[in-house]
């Protein structure tokens, strides 16, 4: 059963600050991961998608890499805002299906 | 924003009622996937619907039941409402055939069950 952690389950940081969001998955055998953002109360807003040949993508100040050998996927944020302030979710989806499985989640706070 | 809708937008129902949730896919997508998020936690799998038939099911209960349309919308019934019910219900299309498999969220339905 897959299975997938995020690191740290909560984060604060300054404006301005670069900074690393951590997710780790126990079946490498993945067909691909997305990392998602989510305001309070609201839906998930993809923010990247990762394929299991791919390596790394990137969206303006965010990139995001995959290590699927070992089980692991960091999201880098560039520059932080307040507006970058949110929970950060990593999901993968396994080889065999469809279904994606989740991590519990980082909420971000960049304070101004 | 997604082209994906949800409604209602919240709903308070009283244990053991019935509710149905409804969501619309993005133009262009065939399948649509349910999550349940309770608060402070990941959204979980409920099951998905491919071409009107049901591809796949989480670790839910049978009251959990859903349908998908011709037009691809799709709906999420719950029989027997108990409280743990309570959560933000996600609905997600994609477009499976592509390769990708990029899922695309729609704001979702906040059951509160008392």
């Known amino acids: 059963k897959q299975e997938v952690t995020q690191i740290p389950a909560a984060l604060s940081v300054p404006e301005g600050e670069n900074l690393v969001l951590n997710c780790s998955f126990t079946d490498s055998a993945i067909y691909n991961l997305q990392w998602f953002r989510q305001d309070p109360g609201k839906g998930l807003t993809s923010l990247l998608l990762i394929q299991s040949s791919q390596r790394e993508q990137t969206s303006g100040r965010l990139n995001a890499s995959l290590d699927k050998s070992s089980g692991r996927s960091t999201l880098y944020i560039a520059a932080s805002q307040p507006g970058d302030s949110a929970t950060y979710l990593c999901?993968?989806?396994?080889?065999?299906?469809?279904?994606?499985?989740f991590g519990e989640g980082t909420q971000l706070t960049v304070n101004p | 924003e997604t082209g994906v809708t949800q409604s209602p937008t919240h709903l308070i129902k009283t244990r053991g009622q019935q509710v149905t949730l409804r969501c619309s896919s993005q133009s262009g997508h065939n399948t649509v996937s349910w999550y349940q998020q309770a608060l402070g936690q990941g959204p979980q799998f409920i099951f998905q619907y491919y071409r009107e038939e049901e591809n796949g099911r989480g670790n839910f209960p049978p009251r959990f039941s859903g349908l998908q349309f011709p037009n691809y919308s799709s709906e999420l019934n719950v029989n027997a409402l108990e409280l743990d019910d309570s959560a933000l219900y996600l609905c997600a299309s994609s477009r499976t055939g592509t390769g990708v498999d990029e899922q695309y969220f729609g704001p979702g339905t906040r059951l509160t069950v008392t």
């Open positions: 999901a993968v989806i396994g080889a065999s299906g469809s279904r994606l499985t």
